[in-house]
């Protein structure tokens, strides 16, 4: 991994005193608590925390597809406007997402081409002639190391768990957004392909210049893939640092204990601190 | 070396599927587990390792079925008992069996004391409630567990609680062997550790005799078992002691599995994560050759018209795979 | 869907639902098409027993012919039920002074034996109601005993005088198929004189159209309201929510009849019941609706649809409907069903359609209720208008549980 300085460059996207809560009166639930982030530029960060930590609901504040309660997330240095769905169109072309379960992700009355298809349209390319379009979207299989002559007129579940990711990223490949937010975009598929899955978004970071958030409960994958780590408890960040700082000299008690709950293979796992 | 507690040999198992095809989930795995030992056996989704853990019970019902093999338990074959003697003779007292979501299987409206009566009157009608109270009481507090569960309702517990309470129900006979399926890939880290813990207090204090640990996360089995195996469309593909298989890995398969590994530990960066490409072969019509050879690196034609038989290598070591012991090592450059 | 249709048709609940169905839907489609007849037009008295009918003055126009057959004796043998005969000996040992070894076995000499032996006095203990019974065998029997011929005389115009027409000796008979005019009423006729299986095979098919109208209204409805009220959420669902609750509160049967009720009798034909029964019973498939739509708004792929930046109709039409579309369809289903069997409810009231043109299932219950046709016994007026019911709730329940099987995966065997 490279870790590049990365003071120099500006956020693209921050968020002030983002706050969520569910529900009202006695039901009220925080699942977000006046949370502030920076995530620069070319970065990979990382929000890892354990279920019910609030980093999906974060992670759906971030992609507006829900709102937020309170606070303020900036795009690009300027506060975010999604009140019409227009300008959510256009936020979304900066901003995009893979998600977790690649089974349930797709629907699964459309066909492989419709996927790809939405994208370039999405991208203004709706009047491309058909041949530039099936050259954009052959460009985006082979990207994923798929072939577009053997997904067309195929369904998304014919495919493998781990195909299936590769055409999210194939996606992804096409829109070619500022941001990509992956929520845990290898916990269902086997450790074999997560390492595919892994060297191909990092193929497209380096491609197209752009900033991944990766959510994540997995703290060694966490480690291995991002600069900065959040650390995230119960709707708050305990723990924000470059991964090394982090993971090797934590700081926060919970960070401490997360860490050490995690089985290792070099060094000893110590089951009497449970 | 010990009693061997469970011995398996060459055993096959099918599923039938909906549309009446067979699909060969076990395809003739052999193992032996001495007292006292645990072990791993890890794979990718579909390997069969679930089926596996299923099969060794002896206790067959549709989809699953028996084709050949036998299964000793401390002796005992029971391969060709029907599934009502496994049920009244096997379970619970010989083997012990937690499947994944085991703590979604209680029954919301009973207290936990209830269960464990259950499952001692299920083998003994006569023992009093007191009795059951007093020897579940004993047998919570040196797991760890708060007495005061035992009156309360599973709703009550949280999730890590819940499947250590399950643990502590299935092995309340103290079974010879247990088979424990993912037991704790559903819940997180902390609670993760705190079964691990209770599983490895049952087999110190001698509640179980023997072990075998099925789980797809690697680190988890490197830290919790003695020996492991490492399955591949329904065979084994090589198995050794923990540190042999993560560090002296034989088989390509294997190798790459253990290149795929994730801890957040120093160096951890500093490593290329090796990706398998491909997919499984099909169990329903498994190939004649080396089942890996479509995706093997190595692979040579031969590979992929004759199938290798396991290599016994000496010391519990054996892989399956055409290449020697000096070839593989030079193909992945070690000394 | 070619290969869901497919699965339908392998699970035998299903099979044996549809088989039935169209069954019904044959003899509802295929009978009015071949009788061009009006199928309320009068053709008897009322309540005639299922059977043939053929014209006696043909009959006795018709070639005859002399059979040697014992003719007596078979009357007897079929009118002289063994009830009869008990009470008959019981009567001629009570108070005929007879011993019952004196009694003769055989028919014929037996009823000779009892007319001679009976006798029309006042006897206490005897009811009245059996006294009449008594009196009423024996005038039958007499009659069955008689072998005289019979003469057919027309009367001269000028004279006033009988003049012997034609003779019909005792045992003479007629071939059924020399008798030119005949008609047969399958399943008799209904009180007011009617063909009653003509008329059930129309009132099925009309039945079935209400049905068909009232689920599609039902189920339009229900699905608009369930999809924006689950989609939406918020203060469109809460409104929905209550005006759903409100309906379900308030039984749709109560609130069936009130509407019927207050609709001029006149002006309440089977389109308008069929569209009162439609708007009163959706508060099902709303909130079933409602449910599927909430689980499915937060799943991945809607949310993946709306980062694509599609409208929100779009998401709607595309990644809702299809997955709720296997639900939707079984619940049409139901309300056909449950529409039939609400109509025959509101008719038997005196609320369903109010018409001289068409006859509905519930309509011939009700006709049949009105003219009291299960007190005299007539079953044919009542019992294939139940049974049809019956089929065709039954089967288009049969249908619905069978394509349950083969959209939920887990009900699979």
């Known amino acids: ?274 | 070396m010990g009693k061997i507690m469970l011995d398996v040999k060459d055993l096959k198992t099918k599923y039938v599927t909906r549309f009446k095809e067979d699909v060969y989930a076990v395809d003739g795995v052999s193992l032996q587990i001495e007292e006292g030992k645990s072990l791993g056996i890890a794979g990718e989704s579909g390997c069969g390792k679930s089926t596996l853990a299923l099969s060794l019970m002896g206790y067959y019902f549709a989809p699953l079925h028996y084709m050949s093999g036998s299964i000793e338990v401390d002796g005992r074959n029971i391969s060709n008992m029907t599934p009502d003697q496994v049920r009244k003779s096997i379970l619970g007292t010989e083997i012990a069996y937690i499947p994944q979501a085991a703590m979604n299987a209680l029954n919301p409206t009973q207290k936990i004391i209830r269960f464990l009566e259950d499952v001692i009157h299920a083998h003994d009608p006569k023992v009093s409630k007191k009795d059951i109270y007093d020897m579940a009481k004993e047998r919570f507090e040196i797991l760890g567990l708060p007495e005061s569960v035992l009156q309360k309702h599973a709703v009550e517990l949280s999730g890590g609680m819940k499947q250590r309470t399950v643990i502590a129900i299935s092995t309340i006979l103290s079974p010879k062997v247990l088979i424990a399926d993912e037991p704790s890939s559903a819940l997180d880290v902390t609670s993760q550790k705190m079964v691990i813990k209770m599983m490895r207090d049952l087999m110190e204090k001698g509640f179980i005799k023997s072990m075998i640990f099925i789980t797809h996360e690697l680190p988890l089995l490197y830290n919790v078992t003695d020996d492991i195996m490492v399955m591949y469309a329904g065979q084994i593909v090589e198995k050794g002691t923990a540190k042999e298989m993560v560090f002296d890995s034989l088989h390509p398969y294997t190798y790459g599995l253990m290149g795929s590994i994730i801890v957040p530990e120093a160096g951890t960066r500093d490593v290329k994560l090796t990706a398998i490409p491909g997919t499984p072969p099909n169990l329903k019509r498994p190939p004649a050759g080396c089942r890996f050879a479509d995706r093997c690196k190595y692979a040579t034609p031969e590979c992929k018209a004759f199938a290798p038989a396991m290599k016994d290598i000496g010391g519990g070591r054996a892989y399956r795979c055409s290449m020697s012991l000096e070839q593989l090592k030079e193909v992945y450059g070690r000394d | 869907m070619k290969n869901t249709i497919n699965q339908a048709f392998h699970s035998p609940k299903f099979v044996f639902g549809f088989v039935i169905f169209a069954i019904m839907l044959c003899l509802a489609i295929l009978v009015p098409a071949f009788s061009k007849a009006d199928p309320l037009a009068m053709q008897a008295a009322a309540c005639y027993r299922p059977g043939t009918y053929f014209s006696i003055a043909d009959a006795i126009e018709a070639k005859k012919y002399n059979l040697k057959m014992d003719i007596k004796s078979h009357r007897f043998d079929k009118t002289l039920t063994q009830e009869d005969k008990d009470s008959m000996v019981e009567w001629l040992v009570k108070f005929g002074n007879v011993e019952e070894s004196e009694i003769p076995a055989d028919a014929e000499e037996f009823v000779v034996f009892w007319i001679n032996n009976y006798k029309d006095i006042k006897i206490k203990g005897l009811t009245n109601a059996k006294k009449q019974y008594y009196r009423k065998l024996t005038a039958k029997l007499s009659a069955m005993l008689k072998t005289s011929d019979i003469v057919i005389a027309g009367e001269d115009p000028d004279t006033g005088e009988l003049i012997e027409e034609n003779k019909i000796e005792f045992n003479s008979f007629t071939n059924v198929n020399d008798v030119t005019v005949r008609k047969t009423f399958l399943l008799g006729t209904d009180n007011f004189g009617r063909d009653e299986f003509i008329e059930l095979c129309h009132a099925v098919g009309t039945s079935l159209k209400m049905g068909l109208l009232a689920g599609t209204i039902a189920t339009i409805i229900g699905l608009i309201l369930g999809l924006l009220s689950g989609y939406l959420g918020g203060i469109v669902d809460d409104i929905i929510v209550f005006i759903t609750n409100l309906f379900t509160v308030i039984p749709s049967f109560v609130l069936i009849i009130l509407i019927s009720f207050s609709v001029d009798q006149s002006a309440r034909g089977v389109l308008l019941v069929g569209i009162i029964i439609g708007a009163t019973s959706w508060t099902w498939t709303t909130r079933s609706v409602r449910s599927q739509v909430i689980s499915l708004r937060n799943r991945d792929h809607v949310n993946m649809s709306k980062l694509s930046g599609h409208s929100l109709i779009r998401i709607v039409f595309e990644d809702i409907l299809p997955y709720i579309a296997s639900y939707v369809v079984m619940a049409f289903i139901l309300q056909i069903s449950s529409a039939i069997l609400a109509e025959a409810q509101l008719s038997m009231l005196g609320l369903g359609p109010a018409t001289t043109k068409v006859a509905t299932l519930g309509l011939m219950m009700n006709w049949a209720m009105s003219a009291q046709t299960p007190l005299a016994g007539q079953w044919w007026a009542f019992l294939p208008v139940i049974v049809s019911i019956a089929l065709v709730a039954f089967s288009l329940n049969l249908m619905n549980t069978g394509l349950d099987q083969v959209f939920n995966p887990q009900l699979r065997d």
């Open chain 1, 1 to 274: 991994m490279v870790v590049t300085n990365t003071t120099e460059r500006k956020p693209c996207l921050s968020g002030r005193g983002v706050t969520k809560v569910f529900g009202f009166g006695n039901q009220k639930t925080v699942a977000v608590d006046h949370v502030d982030f920076d995530f620069r530029e070319g970065d990979i960060i990382s929000i890892v925390g354990e279920s019910g930590s609030g980093k999906t609901t974060i992670s759906k504040m971030i992609l507006g597809l829900i709102g937020v309660t309170e606070g303020e997330i900036f795009f690009q240095g300027q506060p975010r406007d999604i009140k019409t769905h227009r300008k959510k169109q256009e936020y979304w072309k900066g901003i995009q997402a893979i998600f977790q379960d690649p089974f349930a992700t797709y629907n699964m009355f459309k066909k492989i081409d419709e996927v790809l298809l939405d994208c370039i349209n999405m991208r203004g390319g709706k009047n491309l002639p058909k041949e530039e379009k099936e050259r954009l979207m052959t460009e985006a299989c082979s990207f994923v190391n798929l072939k577009y002559a053997e997904l067309t007129n195929k369904y998304p579940f014919e495919l493998s768990g781990g195909q299936m990711q590769r055409l999210m990223i194939a996606r992804i490949f096409l829109l070619k957004p500022k941001i990509l937010l992956a929520d845990e975009p290898t916990s269902m598929i086997d450790a074999c392909s997560r390492a595919t899955i892994l060297d191909m978004l990092l193929k497209l970071r380096d491609e197209i210049n752009m900033t991944i958030v990766f959510i994540t409960h997995d703290i060694g994958l966490a480690y291995y893939v991002s600069d900065t780590i959040y650390i995230m408890e119960h709707g708050k960040f305990v723990e924000v640092g470059k991964a090394d700082d982090v993971i090797l000299n934590p700081q926060a008690p919970y960070t401490k204990r997360l860490i050490s709950d995690v089985p290792k293979i070099h060094e000893e796992w110590d089951l009497s601190t449970v």
